[in-house]
């Protein structure tokens, strides 16, 4: 068992209505000096097996068409996680 | 005959008890289509109406989009079925790319629910021939993830082929590329929109009319659009 994971975040040039609303709490908690937040999604794929270079690439198609919608979001990293003994 | 107009039920949806009724006042037969059956039913036209399908999981609409009826529905659309989307209906079929763009959250980061103004851009869509051009409506808008976006070369070919169908007028509330509350297809069949027309198409039950309060039946012409239309051609 391989866990792969997915980040995708909102595109750069979208506003991102979530990222705001926390980057405004921070500050009201004492957290200062933090210029921006951007919140995205971290998936947790597990699979049977190995991760092949095609079950990457299954993944990728995946992140691409079920969990990001490319119109607002970017995948911007696909990893295989460290395996946990 | 009567025109059979589908209405399909997501796990989530909520408004399509008030889409079917919008139907049967606009004198169509209304024909409850369910999410996990590919099957249209022989109907007409379909209503993709609102709530929050899987919970609004993902992204709303991102999983309704792959209900085996949305098969279906594609299919049909690109046939030139009339299909509207309201709402998590509009949401769905930006997702399943009938239409383009997509929606976030609103720029104010409320949800909100009032009477809203809309201005008719386009009123030779299969869903707004009984509107004139730049007619004012008011309907209820009642939505979170309501922010129309797409880049700017999509929004200006919807300009520039008279695809924006809807655009809000007084005030923007959501914070839509170009105040735009709804579009539609190439062909004129798929319109979606944010608001809800199916909440104003019976007196006493509507927005708050010029004349007196609750009155607003501003909804109704969508269907009796649709319902005329597939008659004319039947």
């Known amino acids: 068992m391989a866990t792969i994971l997915v980040h995708v975040m909102p595109k750069p040039e979208i506003l991102d209505p979530q990222g705001k609303a926390v980057g405004a709490a921070l500050p009201r908690l004492g957290f200062d000096g933090i210029a921006q937040v951007r919140q995205g999604k971290r998936f947790e794929l597990t699979v049977d097996g190995e991760v092949t270079d095609e079950v990457l690439a299954k993944v990728r198609e995946a992140a691409e068409t079920l969990l990001s919608n490319p119109v607002i979001e970017d995948v911007v990293e696909v990893t295989v996680a460290q395996e946990s003994a | ?234």
């Open chain 2, 1 to 234: 005959m009567t025109a059979r107009v589908g209405v399909v039920t997501f796990p989530g949806t909520l408004d399509d008890r008030d889409a079917a009724r919008a139907v049967r006042l606009a004198g169509g037969e209304a024909v409850s289509l369910f999410h996990s059956e590919a099957d249209l039913k022989d109907v007409d036209a379909v209503v993709l109406p609102g709530g929050f399908s899987y919970g609004d999981y993902l992204r709303a609409g991102a999983i309704a989009r792959f209900a085996p009826i949305m098969e279906k529905v594609v299919d049909a659309a690109r046939g030139g079925m009339p299909v509207l989307g309201i709402c998590n209906g509009f949401q769905v079929l930006t997702e399943v790319h009938l239409l383009p763009g997509s929606m976030i959250k609103n720029d104010h980061r409320a949800f909100i629910c009032r009477d809203q103004t809309l201005r008719v851009e386009n009123a030779d869509t299969a869903w707004t021939t009984e509107y004139r051009d730049g007619e004012e409506i008011v309907i209820p808008l009642k939505n979170q993830d309501g922010q129309y976006v797409a880049d700017d070369r999509t929004l200006d070919a919807l300009e520039a082929e008279g695809r924006v169908a809807f655009r809000y007028v007084g005030w923007n509330p959501n914070g839509s590329r170009r105040d735009i509350a709804g579009i539609t297809n190439e062909r004129g069949n798929v319109v979606g929109l944010m608001p809800h027309p199916e909440h104003a198409v019976e007196a006493g039950f509507g927005p708050d009319s010029r004349e007196s309060g609750r009155n607003g039946v501003d909804g109704l012409a969508f269907f009796t659009s649709a319902i005329k239309g597939l008659l004319a051609h039947a």
